[in-house]
T-cell receptor, first 110, second 113 residues
Framework: EDQVTQSPEALRLQEGESSSLNCSYT??????LFWYRQDPGKGPEFLFT???AGEEKEKERLKATLTKKESFLHITAPKPEDSATYLC???????????FGGGTRLMVKP | DGGITQSPKYLFRKEGQNVTLSCEQN?????MYWYRQDPGQGLRLIYY???????QKGDIAEGYSVSREKKESFPLTVTSAQKNPTAFYLC????????????FGPGTRLTVL
């Protein structure tokens, strides 16, 4: 059974204080790992897809990396508008369903 | 604008009633999904559909039913058999089953009174 664990559950940062969110996974053949951002009361917004270990993708202050066991979402010099819940999910080679982690709630104070 | 719409945004239900949540997409996507999200938790898959007139159960299908009569529509019915239906419901779609990115609608918050 595929499993995804995200840590920490919640993270408080000061504006400009860089940090990383972790997504550990076990999957029967990784087809893809996905990062989403979710604002309160809204649907998840797609950020990145990573397919193989060593792959990296960037978007503004966010950078996602992937190893064979985990993925990191690095946030450089965050701003208050980066405050949201960040969700990680994996898709296995069978391609049946996406398995989500519990999310990390990020709060960035000005 | 292309996208996924869900309605209503808020829904209140009395115990014992069935309610239907709407999900429509104009992205010409083949596959559609329904998820449930409880406070502070990740998403759990209820049902998914690869093509019209075909759908499969996800991890938590008990107490729910779906139909897929049109490519662009995938309504979810929450029946009275669902013991704890109060939750945030999200619909998603993707270009082809097993294909990569799932795009989500804005969600429906269902509250049982």
């Amino acid at each position: 059974e595929d499993q995804v664990t995200q840590s920490p559950e919640a993270l408080r940062l000061q504006e400009g204080e860089s940090s990383s969110l972790n997504c550990s996974y076990t999957v029967s053949g990784l087809r893809g790992l996905f990062w989403y951002r979710q604002d309160p009361g809204k649907g998840p917004e797609f950020l990145f897809t990573l397919y193989s270990a060593g792959e990296e993708k960037e978007k503004e202050r966010l950078k996602a990396t992937l190893t064979k066991k985990e993925s990191f979402l690095h946030i450089t010099a965050p701003k208050p508008e980066d405050s949201a819940t960040y969700l990680c999910a994996v898709f296995n080679n069978a391609g049946n369903m996406l398995t989500f982690g519990g999310g990390t709630r990020l709060m960035v104070k000005p | 604008d292309g996208g996924i719409t869900q309605s209503p945004k808020y829904l209140f239900r009395k115990e014992g009633q069935n309610v239907t949540l709407s999900c429509e997409q104009n992205l010409n996507h083949d596959a559609m999904y329904w998820y449930r999200q409880d406070p502070g938790q990740g998403l759990r898959l209820i049902y998914y559909s690869q093509i019209v007139n075909d759908f499969q159960k996800g991890d938590i299908a008990e107490g729910y039913s779906v139909s897929r009569e049109k490519k662009e529509s995938f309504p979810l019915t929450v029946t009275s058999a669902q013991k704890n239906p109060t939750a945030f419901y999200l619909c998603a779609s993707t270009g082809g089953f097993g294909a990569d990115t799932q795009y989500f609608g804005p969600g429906t918050r269902l509250t049982v009174l």
